[in-house]
C-alpha cells in the first residue's frame, strides 16, 4: 500500500513537470532543457513572496504563480523568440544555456544553502493516513493539483479558441499562420503554461521537502517520463509518468537506492531502442525533427 | 571556403597537393608558433602552467566533439561519460590490477571505441533531439557505473593514481606534463586534420549535410555514422584515461552534465566545423572562468571582495549568459569572427566579396 502511494506521489510529481515538455515540445518543436531551473525559479518565487505577504499564504501561491506564467512568457520574448527557426540544436542549447545562467544567478542571489518556504508560509505540512500508508498533505495536494492541471489542460486544449490555435500551430505552422494565428502569441503562451506547470511543481517540492539545487535533478528526471509517452501526447506524459515512477520506486524500494538517479535514463533508452516516439507519440514527428 | 593563401595555383605533384603547409609565410608562422609553445613553460609561473595544461587537455576533447558534432553533424550530450569511461578505465585497472601507463592508456581507447560503438548504435535509428537524449541517458548510465564501482570497493571520495612512468621516469613535474600533454594534443589535431582529408572524412561531412544524398553517392551512411561515434569516443577515452593521470584521481563527480555541456560550449564558441575553432573554444572556456574571476578581484576593493560560492555562482552566469550571446548573435563562433576579420583586411578597400566567390 504504501509502495502504491509512493509511485502515485512520484508519479504526480513528474507528470506536473513533464506536461511543460509537453507543451513547448507539441507547440514550438523545441525541447527546453531549462525545465528543472524554471521549476526551481519558481519555488524560489514562493520564497520571496511568503515572506512579503508574510501571513497571506494564499495571496503569496497566487502572486508566485503569476510570476511564473510571466517569466515563462519573458523567456520565450526576450531569448527563445530569436531561435525561431534556427536549427533544432541551437534552441535546445540555448535552453541549455539559459539553465545554466539561471541556476548561477539563483546561485548568485540565494546561496546553496537549502530553504523551506512552508515554514515562511505559516503552514504545517501535517501526516495524512490512507488505509494502512501516510502520506503528506502538501504531497496530497500535488496529485490533486497534477490532476487539476491535466484536466484544466485538456479543456484548454479541447474547447477554448486559444487552445484551438495552439493546437493548430503545432500542426503545421505555416498553414496556422496563413490563417491568421500570432504564432509568437501562441508560442509564448506556451512558455508561460509550461513555466506555470513547472513552477507550481517546484512550490508543491519546496514545500514538501525543501528547496536546494538538488531540485534541477528532478526536473530532469522527468524528462523522460515525457519522452517515454510520446513527446506530442499530454496523456502520454501522464502514462509515461506512471510508468518511469513505478519502475524507480519498485527498483529502489527491491534492488538498489542507489539507482534512484539512473532507472528514469534506463527506461528512457529502453524506450527510445523499442518505440522512439513513445507509447501515445504519433509516429511521422520523428522524421521531422 | 579558405581565405587564398598563395596566388594561383602551382601545385604540380601529388606530394605538394598532401603537403598541410604551403607557402613559406605559412611554414615561418608555424615554425615561430612551435617554439613559443615549446618555450612557454621556462616562461610561465606553476599556476598558469597548471592552466597551460588544463587547456591542452580540453583541445583533445574539444577536438574529438568536433569531428562528431561539426563534421559528422552527430548530436552527442554524453561526452562527458565518455571521458568518465576513460579515466574510469585507467583507474580501475592501476588499482586493481597495478598496470601501468602503457596498458592503462590503450585500454581506455578500447574501451572508448567499445563504448562509441554503443553510443552510436542509437543514431543508426534517431536523429538530431532524440539521438541527443539516447547519448544523455547513457551519460547517466555510465557515470553511475563509475560511482558503483567507487561505493562497491570503498573508495566513496574517489579513486587515487600515482603518477604514471615514462621510459623509466616519473612524470610528475608540470613542466614534463606540459611537454606531454602539448605532444598528445598536437598529434590528436594532426590525425583529425589528416582524418578529414581523407574518405572518411569527407563522407562525415556529406552525412552532416544530406543523408539521403549521401547515401546515393555510395556512402554507407550508417558505416560513416558508427566510424564518427568510435574515433570520436576513442579519442575522448584517451583524454580521459591523461586527464585521470594529471589529476592523479579519479571521481564520478567530475564528470557531471556541466562538464558535457562544457565540452558543447568549446565546440560551440570556437565555431562549428572548424579543428581551429576547437582549439579557440577550449581555450575560452577553460581560462573564462580564471578570466572572470581576476576580473573582480581586480575591479573590486579587497575589504568587498565575497566569498568562493559567490565566484562560483558569478562563474556559472556568466558562462550561460557568454553562451547565450554566441549562440544568438555569433552562431559561427570565434572562427567565425576570426574569418570576418581576416576578409575584411583581405579585401580593403572594398566590403563585399564578389559575387559568386
Redesign the interface.
Known amino acids: 500500500m504504501q509502495l502504491a502511494v509512493n509511485i502515485a506521489v512520484l508519479a504526480s510529481v513528474y507528470a506536473l513537470i513533464s506536461c511543460g515538455y509537453v507543451l513547448i515540445y507539441r507547440t514550438s518543436r523545441v ?1 527546453s532543457l531549462a525545465h528543472g531551473e524554471l521549476m526551481m525559479l519558481g519555488a524560489y518565487g514562493l520564497f520571496v513572496t511568503a515572506s512579503l505577504f508574510a501571513g497571506r499564504p494564499l495571496v503569496a501561491i497566487a502572486v508566485s504563480a503569476v510570476l511564473a506564467l510571466a517569466v515563462g512568457v519573458l523567456v520565450y520574448v526576450l ?1 527563445m523568440r ?2 525561431a527557426g ?1 536549427a ?3 534552441a ?3 535552453t ?10 539563483m ?2 542571489f540565494w ?2 544553502y537549502e530553504q523551506h518556504p512552508i515554514q515562511a508560509l505559516g503552514l504545517v505540512n501535517a501526516s495524512v493516513a490512507i488505509g494502512d500508508a501516510r502520506i503528506s498533505a502538501v504531497a496530497l495536494t500535488l496529485v490533486f493539483a497534477t490532476g487539476a492541471a491535466y484536466a484544466g489542460l485538456w479543456a484548454f486544449l479541447r474547447y477554448s479558441v486559444w487552445g484551438l490555435r495552439m493546437r493548430a500551430a503545432g500542426q503545421n505552422p505555416l498553414l496556422a499562420a496563413q490563417r491568421g494565428i500570432g504564432l509568437h502569441g501562441i508560442y509564448a503562451l506556451a512558455w508561460g503554461l509550461a513555466t506555470l506547470t513547472a513552477g507550481i511543481a517546484g512550490m508543491l517540492i519546496a514545500c514538501d521537502s525543501a528547496l536546494s539545487q538538488t531540485m534541477v535533478v528532478i526536473g ?1 528526471k522527468a ?2 517520463a515525457a ?1 517515454v509517452g510520446g513527446l506530442d501526447s499530454l496523456a502520454g506524459a501522464l502514462l509515461g509518468s506512471l510508468l518511469v515512477a513505478a519502475a524507480e520506486v519498485l527498483l529502489i524500494h527491491y534492488v538498489d537506492p ?2 534512484s ?2 532507472v528514469p ?2 527506461v ?2 529502453a524506450m ?2 523499442v518505440r ?1 516516439w513513445g507509447l501515445l507519440g504519433s509516429r511521422e514527428e ?2 521531422r ?1 | 571556403m579558405n581565405a587564398p593563401r598563395a596566388s594561383g595555383y602551382f601545385r604540380i605533384s601529388y606530394a605538394q597537393d598532401l603537403q598541410v603547409l604551403e607557402t613559406r609565410t605559412q611554414k615561418v608562422s608555424f615554425v615561430l608558433f612551435a617554439a613559443a609553445l615549446l618555450a612557454l613553460p621556462f616562461l610561465f609561473g606553476a599556476f598558469a602552467l597548471d592552466l597551460a595544461n588544463q587547456v591542452l587537455l580540453a583541445v583533445i576533447g574539444a577536438a574529438a566533439l568536433m569531428l562528431l558534432t561539426g563534421y559528422a553533424g552527430q ?1 552527442s550530450l554524453g561526452h562527458a561519460g565518455l571521458l568518465a569511461a576513460g579515466a574510469f578505465t585507467t583507474g580501475i585497472l592501476f588499482k586493481e590490477f597495478g598496470a601501468p601507463f602503457w596498458i592503462t592508456l590503450p585500454a581506455s581507447a578500447l574501451v572508448g571505441a567499445a563504448l562509441g560503438l554503443i553510443f552510436g548504435l ?1 543514431s543508426l ?6 539521438l ?3 547519448t ?3 551519460h ?2 555510465v557515470i ?1 557505473l563509475g ?2 564501482y567507487e ?1 562497491r570497493r570503498g573508495f566513496s571520495t574517489g579513486v587515487v593514481i600515482d603518477a604514471p612512468r615514462l621510459f623509466g621516469w616519473e612524470l610528475a613535474d608540470a613542466r614534463a606534463w606540459y611537454y606531454v600533454l602539448l605532444g598528445a594534443a598536437a598529434g590528436t589535431l594532426l590525425v583529425s586534420l589528416n582524418l578529414l582529408r581523407t574518405r572518411t572524412g569527407r563522407a562525415w561531412r556529406a552525412i552532416h549535410v544530406r543523408e539521403t544524398v549521401a547515401g546515393a553517392l555510395g556512402i554507407s551512411v550508417q558505416g560513416a555514422k558508427l566510424s564518427a561515434f568510435v574515433v570520436s569516443s576513442t579519442l575522448t577515452a584517451v583524454a580521459g584515461s591523461l586527464f585521470a593521470y594529471y589529476r592523479g584521481f579519479v571521481s564520478a563527480e567530475a564528470f557531471s ?2 562538464l558535457t ?1 562544457q565540452y ?2 568549446m565546440v ?1 564558441i570556437g565555431g562549428m566545423g572548424s579543428l581551429l575553432g576547437a582549439v579557440c573554444g577550449a581555450v575560452f572556456v577553460v581560462l573564462f572562468p580564471y578570466a572572470i574571476e581576476s576580473g573582480i578581484k581586480a575591479a573590486l576593493p579587497p575589504a568587498l571582495l565575497p566569498d568562493s ?2 565566484f ?10 557568454v ?2 550571446l554566441f ?2 548573435f555569433e ?1 559561427m563562433g570565434l572562427v567565425g569572427i576570426w574569418k570576418r576579420v581576416q576578409n575584411w583586411v583581405l579585401l580593403w578597400p572594398f566590403k563585399q566579396k564578389p559575387l559568386g566567390k
Request: without cysteine; hydrophobic residues 70%.
Open positions: 525541447l531569448l530569436r531561435m534556427e533544432v540544436l541551437a535546445v542549447l540555448t541549455i544555456a539559459l539553465g545554466i545562467l539561471l541556476r548561477g544567478a546561485m548568485f546561496g546553496a530532469l524528462f523522460p519522452l542507489l539507482l538517479d539512473v535514463f534506463v528512457l533508452l527510445l531502442i522512439p520523428l522524421d525533427v | 548530436i542509437p535509428r534517431l536523429r538530431g533531439l532524440y541527443a537524449v539516447s544523455l541517458a547513457l547517466f548510465i553511475h560511482s558503483e561505493t552534465l556541466f555541456i558543447v560550449a560551440i560560492s559567490v562560483f555562482a558569478a562563474n556559472y552566469a556568466a558562462f550561460g549568459l553562451m547565450i549562440l544568438v552562431p
